[in-house]
């Protein structure tokens, strides 16, 4: 009958020291967290150890610097935002999912000031969570435009600097004023309609970028083949109506003359 051998001495300490530093690294993450939403990256790591219970030298060996720590608890909001877009990818009502998804954004970021130095730019949580995060917004941004509820000429970079618009005018709005109200404001301006002003054009695209001919949104380079000029088939129809127009206006032109 073959006997179960027990783990060493040493073997047994090892685990329970890897179990010692996963539940202090959790621990640090959950202060860190609170910390960071209260007071943003000002907080002292001193605070955050003693919101822990543990020493800094303990903060300090799983995260070498507090910008360390600061990036590890925003990528998860972060990625939970984009998340939750690309979950909505494919939901009715485009228009609508589209403007409650940037509501809850401002929402919940203004209710936390780490998040909010984040996404204002104060500080990158990482280029692969922002720019996956711009991906998934850019589908709902594509998907509203195309239901008609979002004005054409809009572009992603539009939405992400309303979305840091909307984070400071939410933070400093009076005593007064309803939360939410000036979100609702500006987002109006992405709504179309008659009397909407006339956006002044972006500036051109760098040699190695590429945008759209119609809308001059960003879009990806091409990997192989020739590049895309349209962002999707809605500029595409476009670009291929106001060519069938410009033909018809040269057609007319040349009987007029003759």
């Known amino acids: 009958m073959a006997h179960r ?13 890897r179990a ?43 995260f070498p610097t507090k910008e360390a720590l600061f990036r590890a ?23 609508g999912v589209f403007f409650r998804y940037l509501a809850a954004v401002v929402r919940l970021s203004t209710r936390n000031k780490g998040l909010c130095d984040a996404l204002e730019g104060s500080f990158e949580p990482s280029p692969g969570v922002e ?8 589908v709902l941004l594509a998907r509203a435009q195309q239901a008609g509820t979002v004005r054409k000429d809009v572009t992603i970079g539009d939405v992400m600097a309303l979305l840091v618009g909307c984070l400071s005018m939410e933070q400093r709005r009076g005593p007064g004023v309803a939360p939410g109200r000036m979100t609702a404001l500006a987002c109006d301006s992405l709504r179309p309609g008659r009397r909407v002003t006339k956006l002044p054009p972006n500036p051109a695209v760098g040699r190695n970028e590429t945008g759209c ?46």
């Open 73 to 95: 608890t925003v990528v998860d909001r972060v990625r939970l935002f984009t998340d939750t877009a690309r979950e909505l990818a494919q939901a009715e009502d485009a228009g």
């Open 213 to 258: 001919a119609v809308c001059g949104g960003a879009m990806p380079s091409a990997r192989t083949g020739r590049p895309a000029r349209y962002c999707g088939a809605a500029c595409r129809q476009k670009a291929h109506r106001e060519r069938a127009r410009a033909r018809g206006a040269s057609e007319v032109v040349r009987e007029a003359e003759v």
């Open 131 to 138: 720019d996956d995060f711009r991906a998934a917004l850019s």
């Open 5 to 17: 051998r027990n783990p060493p001495p040493s073997s047994r300490a090892s685990s329970q020291l």
């Open 20 to 62: 010692d530093a996963r539940r202090n690294r959790v621990l640090v993450l959950q202060a860190a967290r609170s910390a960071f939403e209260e007071a943003g990256l000002a907080v002292p790591l001193g605070e955050i150890a003693r919101r822990a219970g543990v020493g800094t030298g303990t903060v300090y060996r799983h």
